[in-house]
């Protein structure tokens, strides 16, 4: 499946945007594309990025400089403050987009975990020397963002775009593989095996709409044996790929994991 300009791409559960920056990248002519997450945050700062982008890098330069000259225990007082003003949520949306950098560039790890209040609750993590404002990138990401349409809510609103020439990818939170590797918290809602479901009749319906889906998750086997996604998604064809990941609270799941592609169409992976 080659992506034709005539095509419109769909990201549901963009997250930090990996498959989209690469498709923005390798298909600049591509017809529409459209984002969408749960995370009102997450999306502010899409959009600050997008149409805000030389006053985002004023404030977050200014977080910088004032951070970096810091010692260990003031940056760490300094990351709590920021974190409570952005789960205050009392600022304008520069502001939060600002804060939201900084506590993903300054936090344990990387992470983005909230807690059942839907407050960010990541430790702070202590690197040195971390890279607060990358006026660089910031800028490619606003230029690459320019045509891209943001929206934010749950995955169900991108429905109403599904039909012919239209192809979504869906990167869920995924199922846990146990349960100490439980981590799907990225909003307060969670996501569970019934949103798995209602994320596999979604799937059912854009098929049917004549849309290509292609869907990413983990590969848990049940202790029947029997494999979940095998089941709930007999439908479809479904791969299983190796993927690398770094981050993992057991050490013993961090490296090569199984992963799975679930796609309405044969080898969509491959012909993209
Ligand atoms: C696995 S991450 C996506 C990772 C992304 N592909 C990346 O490259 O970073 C899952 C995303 O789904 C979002 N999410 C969780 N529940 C959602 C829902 N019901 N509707 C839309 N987005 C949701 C989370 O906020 C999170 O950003």
Redesign the pocket.
Known sequence: MHLRENVTYI??????????FWILQSYPNIKRTII????SE?ICTYRVIQKRVNDLIEHLDSIQKQYLLLDVEERKNYFLEKRSLFNSKACSDVEMAALFIFLNRTCFNGL?RVNSKGEFNVPHGKYSNPKICDKDNLLAVSNLLQNVEILC???SLTEAFAGENVIYYL????KPISETSSFTA??K?G?NDD?QMRLRDFCMRIADKGSVFIASNSDPIEESGVSFFDYIYNKFYIKRVSATRFVNANPCNRGCVSEIMISNIVNAYERL
């Open positions: 990201e549901p559960f963009v997250g930090g945007g990996a498959v989209l969408n997450d749960i995370n997450l983005y809510g749950d995955f990167d869920p939170p995924y990225y909003a809602t996501f949103e």
